[in-house]
């Protein structure tokens, strides 16, 4: 394998915009494709392995490199360590004069702490011991270092699981499997653009992580019931909740961005689903108090449960941050409480695997007023090393009778 200059130089542009700028690496790497349209599809392959290895392994990748951030040619560099970890010829270019091969093979060799070894910054790696204790978040941390799997969520108002796998195979020759314990899933064995089948365009099904499904079945919500989705973003878990109903009952989806709201327009069209409203946070009136019997909370959080899928978190993420959200989640599940009915529930959703944004979260809120009047019925924490999925936590509290 040989990288060329081009490629290096596309890598860089794009490590900086990730790294730098603070973009997220989906909409980078399409971006740098579509800016090098005289890529073809092994240079695609290439920039998109080496692109996200760097951004997986950067911390790991800058100790056997013995490579600074501070250094003008730091990108560069971290492409020449991949190489030589990747028994690539390493190009006699300037910028990777300072790569000395073997002393960078040698101190791979050492006895790495597991957060170096996984590279996850220091503060991560404390609260993820907080959360997980050593043993398990040293799991965790290995399981987010390994690339997502591409699954479907089928949508059964269309057609079965079984039904879109015999066609996928039939007609696309994809190969796709079932799931134990994921009823609507199907897993494929290679990432492919599906959103250019007609499958797709059909509303047969939807791309979301399986983790992520278990959050409709958690809810329990029925056919018939009001239900409302706060921060339901472009409508993934909305979607399949009203799939769950049957396409019977009301289900207002509310978010602050009316962009994404839109885009929840547009694929609840093409899902065949009928039953939701779209409405911005703020409208919601003091009228719809205490008439929800499900309020799903799909709290903004730091995303650390899906990291696989976005490893640039590790780098973009702040403590800063990580407060914000927590003041966003305290905030959120006290207003949404104000919308449950007694005997109704209040489901509150992250994909975070740390303790702060999830268990504090509600023992915080059912100490509170406002959480006095709730009863916490269960919780789930889903994490990547035992699942295979992206990590999430879930909690649902029901309201008390009289409150």
């Not at 020759?173 to 365009?201: C, M, R, W």
């Not at 976005?310 to 780098?315: A, H, V, Y």
Request: aromatic share 8%.
């Amino acid at each position: 394998m040989k990288i060329y200059k081009n490629i290096a130089s596309g890598i860089v542009l794009g490590l900086e915009r990730t790294l730098e700028q603070k973009q997220p690496a989906r909409i980078v790497l399409p971006q740098l494709f579509k800016m090098n349209r005289q890529w073809g599809s092994r240079d695609r392959k290439l920039v998109g392995r080496i692109f996200f290895d760097i951004l997986r392994c950067k911390a790991l990748y800058s100790y056997a490199g013995e490579i600074s951030d501070e250094n003008t040619t730091y990108y560069w560099e971290l492409i020449g360590v991949w190489c030589v970890v990747n028994n690539t010829i390493l190009p006699t270019w300037e910028e990777f004069t300072l790569i000395n091969t073997k002393r960078t093979l040698a101190r791979l060799e050492t006895q790495l702490h597991p957060a170096l070894k996984e590279s996850f910054p220091a503060w991560i790696n404390r609260l993820g011991e907080k959360a997980l204790g050593q043993k398990l978040w040293h799991k965790e941390m290995e399981a987010l270092n390994n690339a997502a799997l591409l699954v479907l969520r089928v949508n059964r108002l269309k057609i079965t699981p079984e039904k879109l796998k015999e066609t996928l195979i039939e007609q696309y020759g994809i190969i796709a499997q079932l799931f134990d314990g994921y009823p609507d899933a199907l897993v494929l064995e290679k990432h492919i653009n599906l959103q250019t089948f007609s499958l797709y365009k059909k509303g047969y099904f939807e791309i979301q992580d399986a983790n992520s499904q278990r959050v409709a079945s958690f809810s329990k919500v029925l056919p018939g019931q009001k239900v409302l989705d706060i921060c339901a973003g472009s409508g993934g878990k909305a979607l399949h909740l009203a799939t769950c109903m049957l396409n019977k009952g009301t289900l207002i989806a509310t978010d602050l961005r009316i962009k994404k709201l839109d885009q929840l327009k547009i694929r609840a069209k093409r899902n065949g689903v009928q039953i939701i409203k779209t409405v911005q946070i703020q409208s919601l009136s003091e009228n719809e108090h205490q008439s929800f019997d499900v309020v799903l909370v799909d709290a903004p959080c730091s995303g650390t449960g899906t990291i696989r899928r976005r490893p640039e978190i590790k780098w973009q993420l702040s403590e800063t941050a990580l407060c914000q959200f927590q003041d966003q989640q305290s905030e959120l599940l006290q207003n949404s409480a104000l919308f449950t009915k007694p005997m109704g529930k209040l489901v509150y959703v992250t994909c975070s695997i740390l303790k702060e944004e999830n268990q504090d979260q509600i023992s915080s809120f059912l100490t509170s007023p406002m959480g006095q009047n709730f009863d916490l019925e269960k919780e789930n924490s889903l994490l990547s090393h035992q699942t295979g999925f992206d990590g999430f936590y879930m909690a649902c509290l029901k309201r008390k009778r009289n409150s």
